[in-house]
Structures are given as structure tokens and as C-alpha cells.
């Protein structure tokens, strides 16, 4: 799960590191009474699971009671790279002297946890050239270890205990809540040499849901994405209109990738998932059915584990129950392919032979 | 390193035991019956609380791998065990003395799969996923639960991140002529017990050879790494490369756990710069992947 800044410096705080005064909130009238608790001046800022707000003008500095009511809603009803904002955050300005970058990351290659600093933050850390890189293990991170980074990126005397400390803090936070991500980028040095985040971002493990109900509170689902959890399989809900169903994830972003290709666009990306059933399937057509934007649904399937009887048999009776009334293109491959063309030769499904061309005729058919 | 393919194919005329674990769950009484099917030799099952049954009428149930060890000699197992349920099934295993372990569940927390990969080293065993679809050599073993039909024995080995994309990779080499010596589901998990460079190191040197097909997707290093290792060794055989997820979008996760772009970490452009520093050729569609095949065949 992608923890918005206000979400991880929650988190940040229970694991006592420093963060700035700031209050969340989802409307003006919430907004108004945490402006008086902040004081002016401070930030507001779009809580979006995104980087790159700041270009996009997500933050933004507030002096006075006239310039909150014109930027609060300002912000609030921004979408940046295509993500609304979720929440806003005000909060108070900090002086400081320096901004910093400090992350940890699960390193997939390495099969260990991995710690980026650099000297230079506040901006992405792509960008930034003197990145100081240390694989740590699958625990948390020694004092020597800390001490030795702080001193790598080239801190003073005097910050490097503070350093040492916010480290050693953010990686108990990340091994314990099984993140794959944490990061403070600024983390700032104020004038007496100690830090502070001044922002937050966190990536967890999804599979690890079950062992932290404490996060429960902090998932950010859409109703569509909870049902089609609840039903076993994925959905990344896209600003197209062709709905894209296959089973398997490489197939199903195989399909995605092709579709994009030919001048088509997508409007979800669903896969059934390995234990797909008729009804599970037949749920995943009533959800794209109430998809605003779909023009056409696409489906690609490779029977295997999942027949693809089972997902004609779903159709169906999406036909039969007037669920599906949008045209459908299809290409049926694998476990009882044959039995499954036979079946849909007679609904509105057309199937084709090759992924190829049932993309093609759904490009087609939305452009028409 | 232990041979793969000696691991697999037993010695002599003696098929290679293989023990079940959670093999009397739906999906693993299924997929252990399609594995009899094709001909591998399931000589045992471990569902705890099951101990004394019998699966199919013919293979004994166990209480724990090491009963079953005991009484079979086996040192493969192929686990269908709830994701929840997987470090303690993992142990049990490789404690045993498992030497070959084929994670097939999904959704296993990360920092679970890291502690199994720790216990594997130790005791000097290989685990092939989580959210694997297995490991097969075409028309001899199948330890897994990919469908029978896309694969033919022949030379090309095809190693996989994603499932379905094996099969209708595998699909489109068998109809071009083009069989494989060993078909590998690496996984969709952000953690792989063999890393797709572990699996080239498995099936490189094998004597008859003729090229890899690797297919990625995003998330990850695995293929910049993966390419970076054959500049490293100067490999020549052919290789050529797939990338699912092109036009996925950023810091979403498509399905697999794994397959998730953050920043310019485990996007596509980047794995494709890397192949091609490496000389590898990237299908866009996977039609093409027995196409560029062919053409690298030629030119060597």
C-alpha cells in the first residue's frame, strides 16, 4: 500500500521522528479550524500517491485567511498525473539550513534492505548525482553502520548524532511495518545541527496486510478496487475506454501494452487471477459494466489454470442478466479454448484468432 | 552449484521422486493429479492432520516433509500451501532436508520469502518462486501448474516472470519449431528464491543449448542485472527478451506484486536500454519473440 505524507508522518511520529506541526484534512470546514490551530504562514499541501506535486502546483505557500480560501479548494479539487487529491495537509513553515535525501528500499536484486543518502535533497532522487548507497540486511540498521553513511554524505560534526538517530528510527519502522519503501525527501538540518522530515513517503508490502491491522486505516481503495479485491482478483481502474480482462498479470499488461500500441486506450486493467471462477468472473463484467468512460471491452485469455470455459460460461449469463451491453472483442487461447468459441459463436462476443486483430477491431469500434 | 537439470531428471531409468505439500487443498489435489497425468512421479503428500490417508487411493499422505522424506528418499517439493502458512511449511521443508523447493503461492509477505531464501543457503537447497507456475523439461517432468500443451522438448530454455505469459510464449516457440530444454517460472513477487540470473546460471551450460528466451515485466532489476551478467561474461549464445508492461502506468502495482514502477526503478524503458546495451533483442509483442529467435539463430 502506498501511504499518502500525512499517513507516514503518522508513522514517523510513533516512531518519534521529528516532523513539522501539521494537521490533515478532507474539507474547507475541517481546513478553516486547522488553519487557526497552525497559525499563518504555512504550506498547503495535496495528498496525492504520486510524486512530482510540486511542479504540478499541489504545494502551496498560504499567508492570510483570503489566500486559504482560494487555495484550499484550489488544491483540493486538483488532479495530478491523473490521481485526485485524497486529503490536504497544512502546515507549518520551517526555517532550516540544508535539505537532504535519506531512504531505505528493499533491494530485489540483492535480496536485502538498501539505504540511499545524499547530501542533496529536496528535489528527485534520480536527479540527484552523490547518492551514497548501502545494502544493510534483512535487519534493522547498527549505529556503526549509520555513523558510517552520515559521514559518507559529508555531514557536520555536530548533525551526525541526530542523523544516526532518525536512521536507525526509519529502519525500525520499515522492517517492522514490512515496507518495501520509506523515504524523507527534504529530511532538513536546522540551525542547532538537529533534522526533521518534511516529507514522507511509504511504500508497504500488500501481502503483508493480514499481520498489520494498525494499517488498515491508511488504505485508500476506490469501491470498484475493494469489490474486485473482495473477489480475488486485480483492477488498476485507467482513464481510457477500453475495459482490458485477461488472466494473469504479464498477459493481461502484455494486452494493455498492445492496445496502447494501436492507438487504443485502457480503461482498467483486470486480472482475473489464478482461482477465477464463472461467478467471480461474472462479478468482474458487472463492475467494468459500471465503469463510466468504457466504450468496449477487450479480453484476452490463455487457458491454463483458469479454463476458459469458465470465463465464456460468465459471459453468458452477463449476456442472459443484460450486464454486458457493450461490444466485446475476444481471443480465446489454451485449456477448452474450442469448447468456449463454440459456446459464445452465438452472443455478441467476437471472437478473433489472434490477440492481434481482436485489437485492431476494438480500436476500430471506439473510434467509429 | 546444484544441477538443475540432474535434479530433474533423476539418474538412471528411475523417474525423479516428488512430494506435495498441501495436497489435499483444491488446488493442490488438481494440480497433483495433472502432474501424474504428465508422468511425474508424486510419491508422497504432507497435509498435517492428514497423516496415515491416501490421495488418489495410491499416494500416502504425511504428517510432515520428514516422515515423508523417510519413507521416500524425495528432495523435491512442490508446495500448494496458503500464502499465510508459507514460512512454516517452507521450514518444515528444507529442515527435512528438501533440496529443491517449488513455491507455487501467491501473495507471501516479502520479509517471509527473504527468511525462507536464508534457510535455502544454509542448507544448501534451491527455491524456485513464490507465485511461481514451477519448472518443467518438456515431456519428461512437470512440477508445477502450467497447462501440458504449449511445451515440446526441443533446446531454447524460456525463463519467466509472469505465468501465462510462459505458456503463450512457449506456445508460439513450439508452433515455430523452436521446443525448450527447461521452462522456468522465476515469479511475480518482488523477492524471488532464484533470481533470473540464478536460473541462467542453471541453464547455461547445458551441453545441447541453442538460445534463452527471458520474459520480464516491470518492477524490479532483475533484467538490467540479468543483462548486465551476460555483457560480464561475454555469453553469445542467442538470447532474446520480452518486457510486459510498456505502457502500464507509474506506482501501481499490475497485478503481481512485483510489477510495480517506482521512479525510473523497474520501468520498462530501462530494462530495454539494458538489453539492448547487451545485445539482446526485445519482442514487442510476444509473436515475435520466435521471430527475433530465428534471426539471432541466423546471424550467429
Do not use: W
Amino acid at each position: 500500500m502506498r501511504l499518502l505524507e500525512y499517513q507516514a508522518k503518522e508513522l514517523f511520529k510513533e516512531y518519534d521522528i521529528r516532523i513539522p506541526d501539521s494537521i490533515a484534512s478532507k474539507d474547507i470546514e475541517s481546513g478553516r479550524k486547522d488553519a487557526e490551530k497552525i497559525g499563518y504562514p504555512f504550506v498547503i499541501k495535496a495528498q496525492v500517491p504520486v510524486g512530482g506535486r510540486g511542479k504540478a502546483g499541489g504545494i502551496q505557500k498560504c499567508h492570510n485567511e483570503d489566500e486559504f480560501e482560494l487555495k484550499y479548494p484550489q488544491v483540493l479539487n486538483m488532479t495530478i498525473k491523473g490521481e485526485k487529491t485524497r486529503a490536504i495537509l497544512l502546515e507549518k513553515m520551517s526555517e532550516y539550513e540544508k535539505e537532504i535525501y535519506l531512504s531505505l528500499f528493499l533491494n530485489r536484486s540483492k535480496r536485502c534492505y538498501t539505504i540511499i543518502s545524499s547530501a542533496e535533497g529536496g528535489v528527485e532522487i534520480e536527479s540527484v548525482k552523490n547518492q551514497t548507497i548501502r545494502e544493510v540486511g534483512l535487519g534493522e540498521v547498527t549505529k556503526k553502520v549509520a555513523e558510517e553513511v552520515a559521514k559518507e554524505i559529508g555531514l557536520k560534526e555536530n548533525s551526525i548524532p541526530h542523523f544516526v538517530d532518525i536512521l536507525q528510527k526509519l529502519s525500525k519502522l520499515t522492517v517492522e511495518k514490512e515496507a518495501e519503501l520509506t523515504e524523507i525527501n527534504p529530511l532538513v538540518i536546522l540551525k542547532d545541527g538537529s533534522m526533521m522530515a518534511l516529507d514522507g513517503k511509504m511504500m508497504t508490502d500488500d501481502n503483508s496486510n493480514f499481520r498489520h491491522k494498525e494499517l488498515a486505516k491508511y488504505q485508500e481503495k476506490t469501491e470498484l478496487e475493494k469489490k474486485a479485491e473482495e473477489s480475488g482478483f486485480s483492477l488498476v481502474e485507467l482513464d481510457g475506454n477500453v475495459a482490458v480482462i485477461g488472466n494473469g498479470a504479464g498477459l493481461v499488461m502484455s494486452t494493455l501494452d498492445m492496445l496502447t500500441d494501436n492507438g487504443g486506450k485502457a480503461a482498467c486493467f483486470l486480472d482475473v487471477g489464478g482461482t477465477a471462477t464463472t461467478e467471480s468472473v461474472y462479478e468482474a463484467l458487472t463492475l467494468i459494466s459500471k465503469m463510466k468512460n468504457v466504450k468496449a471491452v477487450l479480453v484476452n485469455l490463455y487457458g491454463g489454470i483458469v479454463k476458459t470455459s469458465i470465463v465464456a460460461s460468465a459471459f453468458l449469463k452477463a449476456y442472459d442478466d443484460k450486464i454486458i451491453v457493450l461490444p466485446v472483442f475476444a481471443r480465446l487461447m489454451g485449456a477448452e479454448s474450442e469448447k468456449s468459441k463454440e459456446m459464445l459463436k452465438d452472443s455478441e462476443t467476437k471472437l478473433s484468432p489472434s490477440i492481434e486483430e481482436a485489437i485492431n477491431n476494438v480500436v476500430m469500434e471506439v473510434n467509429k | 552449484m546444484t544441477d538443475i537439470f540432474e535434479l530433474l531428471k533423476g539418474k538412471g531409468s528411475e523417474k525423479q521422486p516428488v512430494i506435495v505439500q498441501g495436497i489435499t487443498g483444491k488446488f493442490g489435489t488438481r494440480h497433483t493429479k495433472l502432474m501424474m497425468e504428465y508422468g511425474t512421479n508424486i510419491v508422497a503428500g504432507v497435509t498435517p492432520g492428514k497423516g496415515g490417508q491416501k490421495f488418489d487411493n495410491s499416494v500416502p499422505i504425511y504428517e510432515t516433509v520428514k516422515e515423508a522424506i523417510d519413507a521416500t528418499g524425495a528432495k523435491i517439493s512442490i508446495m500448494f500451501v496458503p500464502a499465510k502458512f508459507f514460512l512454516g511449511a517452507a521450514k518444515d521443508a528444507l529442515e527435512a532436508g528438501i533440496k529443491l523447493l517449488i513455491a507455487i503461492p501467491e501473495h507471501v509477505p516479502v520479509q517471509d520469502a527473504m527468511k525462507t531464501i536464508e534457510l535455502a543457503k544454509q542448507k544448501g537447497a534451491i527455491m524456485i518462486g513464490p507465485n511461481t507456475p514451477g519448472v518443467m523439461i518438456p515431456d519428461l517432468i512437470k512440477i508445477g501448474i502450467m497447462p501440458a500443451s504449449p511445451f515440446k522438448f526441443g533446446n531454447v530454455a524460456v525463463l519467466s516472470k509472469s505465468g501465462t505469459l510462459l505458456y503463450e510464449i512457449s506456445n508460439n516457440l513450439s508452433t515455430s519449431g523452436f521446443g525448450q530444454c527447461i521452462t522456468l517460472g522465476i515469479g511475480g513477487d518482488p523477492i524471488n528464491g532464484t533470481r533470473l540470473i540464478d536460473a541462467f546460471d542453471m541453464v547455461k551450460d547445458y551441453p545441447n543449448l541453442d538460445g534463452i528466451v527471458v520474459v520480464g515485466e516491470i518492477g524490479g532489476d532483475a533484467e538490467e542485472v540479468f543483462a548486465q551478467k551476460i555483457i560480464d561474461e561475454n555469453f553469445k549464445k542467442p538470447i532474446v527478451a520480452y518486457v510486459a508492461g510498456r505502457k502500464a502506468p507509474k506506482e501501481k502495482r499490475m497485478g503481481h506484486a512485483g510489477a510495480i514502477v517506482m521512479g525510473n526503478y523497474g520501468s520498462a524503458e530501462s530494462k530495454i536500454a539494458m538489453f539492448s546495451k547487451a545485445n539482446i533483442p526485445v519482442a514487442k509483442r510476444p509473436v515475435e519473440v520466435p521471430i527475433l529467435l530465428a534471426g539471432k539463430m541466423e546471424k550467429k
